[in-house]
């Protein structure tokens, strides 16, 4: 994972304000979690007008590692919610960064955790392989618009599925999992 700043810092619940991507581009968030933290990040409309929790976007799972996911345009903050199991104030870092920005997808890759994976090639297949445990892979448009679900399972799972060419993959999955493309 190529490490960007994640310069809001807190400790149990909290709030943050969202750095939007410009328009033409999604956003993305990126978290780190202390090793014995676990929270859930939900998404947040709190305008004058308006206050409203949105879906959860996010689930930071014990360990030190960082975690992407997709922010939908509607939300101007993040709210951490800490589990309640694992570390009474888990500590969290987080930071925002453009979609175009992420390391692209090449051939192949793997991780433990979610995440954002940025795809520029055209059609193609994509195998999948998941260790025991669910896992969610859906594919996003570039610019943005609605998630069409690639597999979701729960594990041991192996198998193909086609990517319809360029975009963003999100994966939601906190167990062993890897992508390689065909």
């Known amino acids: 994972m190529e490490d ?12 943050v304000p969202v750095s939007h991507a410009p328009k ?46 997709i922010v939908p345009r509607e939300y101007t903050h993040l709210k951490v919610k800490k589990m309640s199991n694992g570390s ?10 453009a979609a175009g920005s992420l390391p692209k997808l090449v051939k192949s890759v793997e991780g433990r955790h979610p995440d954002v994976l940025l795809y520029t090639g055209e059609r193609t297949t994509l195998k999948l392989e998941v260790g025991k445990g669910y896992a969610g892979f859906s594919h ?32 939601d999955c906190l167990v062993r999992w890897s992508a390689t493309l065909h």
Not at 6 to 12: N, T, Y
Not at 88 to 97: A, L, S, V, Y
Not at 150 to 156: A, M, T
């Open 4 to 15: 960007i700043e994640l310069p809001h810092r807190g400790w149990g619940n909290g709030t």
């Open 140 to 171: 996003r448009p570039l610019s943005g618009g609605e998630a069409t679900p690639l597999e979701g399972c729960d594990g041991p799972f192996r198998g193909t599925v086609e990517l319809p060419g360029p975009g963003l993959i999100e994966v």
């Open 24 to 69: 033409s581009e999604t956003t993305v968030v990126e978290i780190k979690g202390g090793t014995l933290a676990g929270f859930y990040v939900y998404g947040l409309i709190n305008t004058p007008d308006r206050l409203e929790q949105g879906r959860m976007l996010v689930k930071h799972n014990l360990g030190g590692h960082r975690v992407r996911a």
């Open 88 to 97: 009474p104030f888990p500590r969290w870092k987080i930071g925002f960064r």
